[in-house]
């Protein structure tokens, strides 16, 4: 064996202790063949890929991933230890935290729900769509070639409408790498939905997020005087971090690490209370401001006050490259080959277990592939959208073999006429949508064919 493929079987060998020796056996030929693969990343396709003579029966994978003995958890236990032994130093570990919508619309995808696509949504629009929402947690890795942070899914969580919520799902899966790494300490960036977790003082854990434009701060809060009553907990109020900008002096300009491009910032900081959020600890604010005036200020914080401001904001932009492994992990074609519904969240089955996407990514039925294209998420295959429901006011039956002459086109654009083309299922009956500007053509009498140039033979 080579070098690079023993260094593969070393790799495979960290799960070792997750799964029975024959159920190890399946795993390896079934990850072996999701790295040699280069079609769409499902059980069929990597099956395909493997050695007949050595493969186990066709539905031995299917068993595995559907209803093996195996534990996710535990997978991203092995996963995690592997990543920071091998790709990370001392000191504290930077940790990305986000949600993202994989697209689902099967009918027995367990945990499915309609959510918002934050992709496709505008500000004056809101796009729904329907999915998995999985809060992920990753590990922030610096390339040593350079560049922007590479972020490694480690665990991750199945939001549920009427579920815990997704702050909730947080604290669990840092509670789950504390105990996997109990002698390391973390720094945890999130957008401003987790905000909240920084008035939960999770063990060994900084919290880096997004502050609100409109936060309600207070200074520290006073002494004790030693007179009766209660101290009171917070200062005197201040103003909203966007008038704290706009009357801020002393701006320092500093040379930041932006997703892996050196650019200069203005940067401001302060010691504030929002007590809304953290009410027994100070955080430190942080403003960035561009130095061309093209941009809006941000507004950072962190619970570690003896963090720099550079720190912070370098941090932060990091946590970009959370959305790239996300994009990557979908563009790959995972996708799960059973709906595996399950009422036990802990069983391997269902949208916990059931993906072969490196990050878990969710479980469908077999033929539920994520769409190539962005423009169709959210769009059954099975009928057009509403848009391009209305056929033409002429509608004539030519005969009983379909074809459709080029000559004869209806009167909409190209872009709606290939989608009829290709996913209407008139077209096999022999309908043809015939504008009233268009050649009628005659209904075929005789049973002989349209002329041979159609568009149904260059479908």
């Known amino acids: 064996m080579n ?96 949600d993202t919508l994989f697209h689902r619309n099967g009918p027995k995808v367990e ?45 991750l969580r199945l939001h549920r409408k009427d579920g815990p919520t997704m702050p909730a799902l947080a604290r669990e899966m840092m509670a789950d790498l504390a105990s996997w790494l109990p002698e390391r300490s973390f720094v945890l960036c999130g957008d401003g939905a987790y905000a909240t977790l920084a008035g939960d003082h999770l063990e060994r854990t900084t919290v880096v997020s997004r502050m609100r434009r409109d936060a309600a701060l ?20 201040l103003p909203t971090p966007v008038k704290l900008a706009q009357a801020a002096t002393g701006f320092k300009k500093v040379e930041l690490d932006w997703r892996g491009r050196r650019v200069t910032k203005l940067v401001w900081s302060r010691e504030v209370l929002w007590y809304r959020v953290c009410p027994d600890a100070l955080v ?60 036990d969240p802990s069983a391997p089955s269902g949208s916990r277990s059931g ?44 005969g009983a073999n379909g074809f459709i002459p080029l000559r004869v086109l209806p009167s909409w654009t190209s872009k709606q006429s290939m989608y009829w083309w290709r996913h209407s299922p008139w077209l096999h009956r022999g309908y043809h949508p015939i504008s009233a500007s268009a050649t009628k053509l005659r209904k075929s009498t005789t049973g002989d064919r349209a002329p041979t140039t159609c568009c149904a033979s260059r479908r």
């Open 3 to 98: 070098r690079p493929g023993r260094a593969w079987k070393a790799l495979l060998g960290c799960a070792t202790g997750v799964f029975t020796s024959p159920s190890f056996a399946l795993f390896c030929e079934l990850m072996t063949a999701w790295a040699c693969t280069t079609a769409r990343r499902s059980i069929v396709q990597m099956v395909g890929v493997m050695d007949p003579a050595s493969r186990a029966a066709h539905d031995a994978y299917h068993r595995l991933v559907r209803a093996g003995a195996w534990s996710l958890a535990r997978c991203f236990e092995a996963l995690c230890k592997l990543v920071v032994a091998s790709l990370l130093g001392p000191g504290r570990i930077v940790l990305y935290l986000d």
């Open 111 to 155: 945990g499915a729900a309609s959510w918002r696509d934050a992709v496709r949504s505008t500000k004056k629009r809101v796009v729904y769509a329907r999915g998995l929402n999985l809060v992920v947690l990753c590990v922030a890795v610096t390339p040593p070639w350079g560049g922007m942070t590479i972020a490694i899914p480690v665990n």
């Open 218 to 237: 207070y200074e520290a809060p006073p002494l004790r005087t030693g007179k009766a009553g209660r101290p009171r907990k917070r200062g005197a109020r």
């Open 284 to 343: 430190r604010l942080v403003v960035v401001r561009d130095p061309a005036g093209k941009e809006p200020d941000d507004f950072f914080f962190s619970t570690d006050l003896a963090m720099s401001a550079a720190e912070v904001v370098e941090i932060y932009a990091g946590r970009w490259s959370r959305c790239a492994t996300g994009r990557s992990s979908k563009r790959s074609g995972a996708k799960s080959p059973s709906p595996g519904r399950t009422k």
């Open 355 to 398: 993906s072969t996407a490196p990050c878990g990514s969710g479980t469908s039925r077999s033929a539920g592939a994520i769409p190539a294209s962005g423009s169709s998420r959210g769009i059954r295959r099975s009928k057009p959208p509403r848009s391009l429901t209305r056929w033409p006011s002429c509608v004539e039956r030519y």
